[in-house]
């Protein structure tokens, strides 16, 4: 570590010590709040990481030391007794209050709000300790990989989607082997933002659990995913949670870059300019995804409801007589603000002349659909240029 990226965690200790010059009291309010109410042993890693991460990101900490001050915190929680914080003895209340503390036995759930008090005073101790003696650590990165985010909502009432870019997996994990690895995920939530944002919490823990990561990423990814998945289904069940998530991965080790999808989220690879194809989304289109889901017992249907109220007792109707209803796949996702993108999909719908809103709604469905990855990837070449003509013309319009 040099002595500029010593002195700078050093500035970030002392200011973060000042803010918490002592252990957090039982019963105080956290500084930060926890995503979930309750969660079980298995989940304590991924609820504890993102939970520090948020705080120290919150302050100004570079990526690399949060991560590196998670980890040895968390490693210092793994010695503490956390049974004083498991879900109370079964209460003498209803039937469905004896339920929900028979899931928490089953599957040994914590209180949250009290672990991760716990859990930040191991980061208050760490950061004294580390302000007093600084470790050997690297806060350098051997290698920087440019990331850009952006993300859009577009109409809906609420963010339903989450991303996580993450260059520090080795140190955020303690994972100490001469290969470096980076880490980006995005997750398109439906029905709620309880998957999307689990998914981004665990599903890397998970992955970095597994002993053939290093040998055999497609494997790790896919024992991982299928984890995740098992342990959302039991959170969901537990708390009552109807949403989910599409999701796809990416996890680059050394030279090698290993792709990870679960849905029709999609990733594509441009090199020396040209789009590579990495992978082929989960769509009912798709026959062996179809045969997939039928061999599950599931059937794929296609329905326009002229009124929301049709679609609800349609729903009843096919669940009463014992029919999986599945929700048909939504096929106008979020678009990227980018004026050239909404320009392609103008003049595509436009040649077709919709008549009503019924059709120009179908059409711009069908159009989006078959925009190019090349489009998407001269967009992407190109930004930069485009960014710096908007600030050369002080924000005004540009030829672009």
Not at 16 to 31: I, Q, T, V
Not at 33 to 39: A, D, H, T, V, Y
Not at 295 to 315: A, C, F, N, Q, R
Not at 338 to 343: A, P, T
Request: charge should be neutral.
């Amino acid at each position: 570590v040099s002595g500029m990226e010593q002195e700078e965690a050093l500035c970030f200790l002392k200011a973060f010590l000042e803010e918490f010059p002592a252990a957090l009291e039982e019963g105080a309010s956290l500084p930060v709040s926890p995503l979930s109410r309750k969660f079980t042993m298995e989940e304590l890693h991924g609820e504890s990481l993102e939970l520090g991460l948020r705080l120290l990101a919150n302050r100004g900490a570079s990526p690399r030391l949060g991560a590196l001050l998670c980890q040895a915190a968390y490693s210092q929680l793994l010695q503490t007794d956390l049974l004083p914080y498991q879900c109370p003895e079964e209460p003498e209340g209803d039937q469905e209050e004896k339920v929900s503390y028979l899931y928490c036995n089953l599957l040994s759930v914590f209180q949250s709000e009290a672990v991760q008090r716990t859990f930040l005073n191991k980061l208050i101790d760490v950061a004294l300790a580390w302000h007093r003696n600084f470790p050997k650590v690297a806060l350098c990165p051997s290698r920087n990989l440019q990331c850009s985010i952006h993300a859009i909502k577009n109409t809906r009432r609420k963010m339903e989607d989450r991303h996580l870019a993450l260059a520090e997996f080795n140190q955020l994990f303690g994972i100490q082997d001469d290969v470096d690895r980076a880490y980006y995920a995005v997750f398109d939530g439906h029905g709620g933002v309880d998957a999307a944002t689990y998914a981004s919490t665990h599903l890397h823990v998970v992955l970095s659990k597994q002993e053939m990561l290093q040998s055999d990423a497609t494997t790790a990814f896919k024992t991982a995913f299928k984890r995740t998945d098992d342990m959302f289904r039991n959170k969901a069940k537990r708390e009552r949670l109807r949403s989910g998530s599409t999701g796809v991965a990416v996890l680059i080790q050394d030279q090698e870059l290993t792709v990870a999808w679960l849905g029709d989220s999609q990733a594509i690879l441009v090199r020396d300019g040209h789009v590579v194809r990495l992978m082929d989304p989960h769509k009912p289109e798709r026959e062996d995804e179809k045969q997939r889901i039928e061999d599950l017992g599931g059937s794929i249907g296609k329905s326009v409801p002229t009124h929301k109220t049709t679609e609800m007792y349609s729903g009843e109707w096919l669940r009463k007589k014992h029919l999986k209803v599945l929700e048909w796949p939504s096929q106008s996702p979020d678009l990227n603000p980018i004026e050239n993108l909404w320009r392609e999909l103008k003049v595509r719908v436009a040649r077709r002349q919709p008549q009503n809103i019924t059709a120009l709604k179908k059409i711009c469905m069908e159009e989006w659909a078959k925009i190019p990855a090349t489009v998407c990837a001269n967009l992407v070449k190109t930004y930069s240029k485009r960014l710096t003509s908007v600030i050369a013309n002080k924000s005004y319009v540009t030829k672009y």
